[in-house]
Structures are given as C-alpha cells and as structure tokens.
C-alpha cells in the first residue's frame, strides 16, 4: 500500500514564500504523475500544478509565475515552492499521485497540510 505524507505547510504573511513537501512510502510501485491540489473552505478542490516522471509540468492560470512544482524520482517525492503567496491562495494542499502497483493502476491522495496567508 502507497502513503503519501505532506509537509511543509503553515502560516505566511502575503507576499511571502512556503515549499511543500511529498514523499511516497510503501514497496512494490511505480509512480507515474504527481501533483498537487488545494480545497479552499467552501470551494471544490481545484487542480494546482501536476508533473509527469520526465518532468513536464502543468499549473494553473492562478499560480503561474509564482508556484513551481518539481520532483526527485529517486526519493518518491514531489514538491511544491510557493512564491508571492496571496491570501486566495489559502486552502488545504494535498498531493496526489497516479500509482502502479503489481497489475493495478490507481491514484493515490494525502492527508493534506493547511496553507494560510494573513496578514
């Protein structure tokens, strides 16, 4: 069975900058594309940035120029650096990633960690 365990989270003032972390533990898997998606309180989660395993990346119009999403393959882990964060930006992150496992292909989410940006 695949975890993933986020980190990196907690409070920032606007303009200020978080890395979010995300690592993948258990044996037996592949990890095919990762990424990362916010739940503001109120609102649907929405898709923040993904990153295949060659290292394409896809981001949201809203965080474009500001966020980076990366990974390191060896390490099973993906990882978000948020830069000019604005209070819209405040939400619950979680991590996702697209998983194999022996014949079985499935997506896998974390437990998510709180981003808030207050002044």
């Known amino acids: 069975q695949v975890q993933l365990v986020e980190s990196g989270g907690g409070l920032v003032q606007p303009g200020g900058s978080l890395r979010l972390s995300c690592a993948a533990s258990?044996?037996?898997?592949?990890?095919?594309?990762m990424g990362w998606y916010r739940q503001a309180p109120g609102k649907q989660r929405e898709l923040v940035a993904t990153?295949?395993?060659?290292?394409?990346?896809n981001r949201a119009d809203s965080v474009k120029g500001r966020f980076t999403i990366s990974r390191d393959n060896a390490k099973n882990t993906v990882y978000l650096q948020m830069n000019s964060l604005k209070p819209e930006d405040t939400g619950v992150y979680f991590c996702?990633?697209?998983?194999?496992?022996?014949?079985?292909?499935?997506?896998?989410w974390g437990q998510g960690t709180q981003v808030t940006v207050t002044s």
């Open positions: 996702n990633a697209d998983v194999q496992g022996g014949f079985r292909r499935y997506g896998v």
């Open positions: 258990g044996s037996g898997f592949s990890i095919y594309d």
């Open positions: 990153i295949t395993r060659g290292g394409s990346t």
